[in-house]
């Protein structure tokens, strides 16, 4: 499964945010029977939030925004061809190293785990949208057969793409799409 790793925890930031959601709960069953303790757990709960980020450090050394944009602009229009870090790390004007560790801060994985991501997610919508086959869509994608995006889908999602296809399609069979003689996709 495909997992965003968070930053460093420690044990006070954990108890912090279970006594948050506690105080939240409370809040929500509270507003219809008694809205002032209602207000009172909303009011600890944002206290202990703005205590909890002052003492946060800064992210520095990640990318900048306009950074963020043109790596995340060059990735989704080059989702169908091979994606080298070396290449975007140019692009963005830095060393291939320093490039990585900053993407890392900034997306919170590595550039790799990130661009099978986007792809997956391309290839979901694509099996959403069209009839077309899997295999075409994992060549769609950047990948380089079907066994590769059965491979990688099954990492990211937990099932093969013919079942979650399948599985939607249940799910939603007013979107199914049907392929015509000319063979455009054409909503059922």
Same mark, same amino acid.
């Given at each position: 499964?495909? !997992? %965003?790793?968070?930053?460093?925890?420690?044990?006070?930031? !954990? =108890?912090?945010?279970?006594?948050?959601?506690?105080?939240? =709960?409370? &809040?929500? &069953?509270?507003? @219809?029977?008694?809205?002032?303790?209602?207000?009172?757990? #909303?009011?600890? *709960?944002? @206290?202990?939030?703005?205590?909890?980020?002052? @003492?946060?450090?800064?992210?520095? +050394?990640?990318?900048?925004?306009?950074?963020?944009?043109?790596?995340? +602009?060059?990735?989704?229009?080059?989702?169908?061809?091979?994606?080298?870090?070396?290449?975007?790390?140019?692009?963005?004007?830095?060393?291939?190293?320093?490039?990585?560790?900053? /993407? =890392?801060?900034? /997306?919170? %994985?590595? /550039?790799?785990?990130? %661009?099978?991501?986007?792809?997956?997610?391309?290839?979901?919508?694509?099996? !959403?949208?069209? *009839?077309?086959?899997?295999?075409?869509? &994992?060549?769609?994608?950047?990948?380089?057969?079907?066994?590769? #995006?059965?491979?990688? /889908?099954?990492?990211?999602?937990?099932?093969?793409? *013919?079942?979650?296809? =399948?599985? %939607?399609?249940?799910?939603?069979?007013?979107?199914?799409?049907?392929?015509? *003689?000319?063979?455009?996709?054409?909503?059922?």
């Amino acid at each position: 499964m495909l !997992t %965003v790793v968070p930053g460093p925890a420690t044990a006070v930031h !954990t =108890r912090r945010r279970d006594e948050i959601t506690a105080l939240l =709960r409370s &809040a929500l &069953a509270l507003l @219809d029977n008694d809205s002032g303790a209602a207000a009172v757990c #909303l009011q600890r *709960a944002a @206290d202990m939030l703005r205590d909890l980020t002052a @003492d946060v450090p800064p992210v520095t +050394g990640g990318l900048v925004p306009w950074q963020v944009r043109r790596v995340q +602009g060059y990735i989704h229009e080059h989702l169908a061809a091979p994606i080298r870090i070396r290449d975007v790390a140019v692009l963005v004007r830095l060393s291939s190293s320093y490039f990585s560790r900053a /993407f =890392r801060i900034t /997306f919170g %994985v590595p /550039f790799t785990q990130y %661009v099978i991501h986007q792809r997956m997610e391309q290839a979901k919508q694509l099996m !959403t949208t069209t *009839a077309e086959p899997l295999s075409h869509i &994992a060549l769609t994608c950047g990948l380089a057969d079907q066994a590769h #995006l059965t491979r990688l /889908f099954r990492q990211t999602m937990g099932v093969t793409p *013919a079942a979650w296809r =399948r599985c %939607v399609r249940q799910e939603r069979p007013d979107q199914r799409i049907d392929v015509t *003689a000319t063979g455009e996709p054409q909503a059922a």
